[in-house]
């Protein structure tokens, strides 16, 4: 019996027993779902992660007050100092190697009201100075952004993000109007263009107000803390300036050389690195679970084939006096098990990429395909295939043939 032969009697098998090979087809998809899905769902998370470091800039790091992902520890950290605007301040003049540095603090759920239109209060507030929009990859649409003397002053100016400009109406034709953030007037110097969402959330919900003209209405700088973005002025001064930029961070704290900096200085590879950590714990967390799935629907599959061994004996009593070696009747069955397993197989890897997929196109990511996975997860379905459905094609081979016929 050939390959073709087989597999047309595996899909005969299936339709003879449609609940039990549903069931079993079905948790064998949900295997090969949770590998793929997870996978696709990792992988886009990481291709996000990496454009939006890639527009920061491979020279850039940050200094602030936590750790970009807090694992453990966490009480002993909120115990440290906030980095306020004064020492952010300081830290820029300080600071010589950079070629740019930002400050910025960020509050979020303020309203912005221009005449009888009004945003949701979900709007991002960002006090900051004229290198932020730069730093952080965004570009001036209309007008400008902030300038140093602005700064200094404490000025009462913003510039709109483009979803707050959009739901207001403001245009270019509108710059120097006012609008009023939690009530307090600001006249509008620029907008800025559309930067997207990531993971759902946009990126052009903000406005972005002097630091020194934000803590007279928005912040206590005692409760939040200032983040600032540096800029090398080139990747071979990153390591020199991060140590430049450590150094005189801990002079302007206060540390004593005993004293552990109560800060964190973060380059864009540890948070590659970091991410990446995560995103393999929870690519192997999938794949554990996608395991023991398929394990479960392996156990189902050898049921399945005893029960067709049970139903067929006539059949391979008739194949066996016909000639039919033992060997035929193992590699019939084993086919039919690893056809079983492949088709669920293929369920759950198109389903898989297809969540993939719409979770990318929902949340405003770049879809990943993951082929490893799929070809992991395809691998362990012809392994079980073989592993469950030798049992039941042993115990097909040793049938007597004689008895086999006289089966009723």
Request: neutral net charge; glycine residues 10%.
């Amino acid at each position: 019996m050939n390959w073709s032969e087989s597999i047309r009697m595996a899909f005969n098998s299936l339709r003879s027993n449609k609940l039990r090979a549903g069931l079993t087809l079905l948790s064998m998809a949900i295997g090969v779902f949770a590998i793929v899905g997870v996978a696709a769902a990792v992988g886009a998370l990481d291709n996000t992660v990496n454009e939006q470091l890639v527009a920061l800039g491979s020279n850039d790091f940050v200094v602030q007050k936590n750790p970009a992902i807090k694992v453990g520890h966490g009480s002993r950290r909120s115990a440290r100092s906030n980095i306020t605007v004064r020492q952010a301040l300081k830290f820029k003049e300080r600071l010589t190697m950079a070629e740019r540095i930002g400050v910025f603090i960020e509050t979020p759920g303020k309203v912005v009201k221009f005449g009888d239109e009004a945003t949701d209060p979900n709007i991002v507030l960002y006090g900051a100075d004229e290198s932020f929009t730069l730093l952080v990859g965004y570009r001036v649409n209309s007008g400008r952004a902030l300038d140093p003397e602005e700064v200094r002053l404490g000025r009462d100016v913003v510039v709109l993000g483009a979803d707050v400009a959009g739901s207001l109406g403001i245009e270019e034709k509108d710059l120097g109007s006012t609008v009023k953030i939690d009530g307090h007037r600001y006249v509008v110097v620029g907008i800025l263009g559309s930067k997207g969402a990531i993971l759902g959330q946009s990126q052009d919900n903000l406005v972005i107000v002097p630091i020194s003209s934000a803590p007279k209405y928005f912040f206590d700088e005692w409760r939040s803390s200032v983040d600032i973005v540096v800029r090398a002025r080139s990747s071979q001064l990153l390591d020199e300036t991060m140590g430049e930029a450590v150094a005189d961070m801990r002079a302007i704290r206060r540390l004593q050389a005993n004293q552990k900096n109560d800060f964190e200085v973060i380059s864009q590879s540890e948070v590659v690195e970091t991410v990446s950590g995560f995103t393999k714990y929870l690519t192997f967390f999938g794949l554990f679970c996608g395991i023991i799935a398929l394990i479960a629907a392996g156990v189902g599959i050898m049921n399945i084939m005893l029960v067709s061994v049970k139903e067929r004996t006539k059949e391979i009593g008739i194949r066996k006096a016909v000639g039919a070696k033992r060997s035929d009747i193992i590699s019939q069955f084993i086919i039919e098990a690893i056809t079983i397993c492949q088709f669920g197989a293929l369920i759950g890897i198109v389903t898989g990429g297809l969540v993939g997929l719409l979770l990318g196109l929902l949340l405003n990511v770049t879809p990943a395909f993951p082929w490893s996975s799929i070809l992991i997860s395809s691998g362990i379905c012809l392994l079980i295939g073989v592993g469950f459905g030798a049992y039941p094609a042993w115990q097909a081979a040793r049938l007597d043939p004689i008895d086999a016929l006289r089966y009723e």
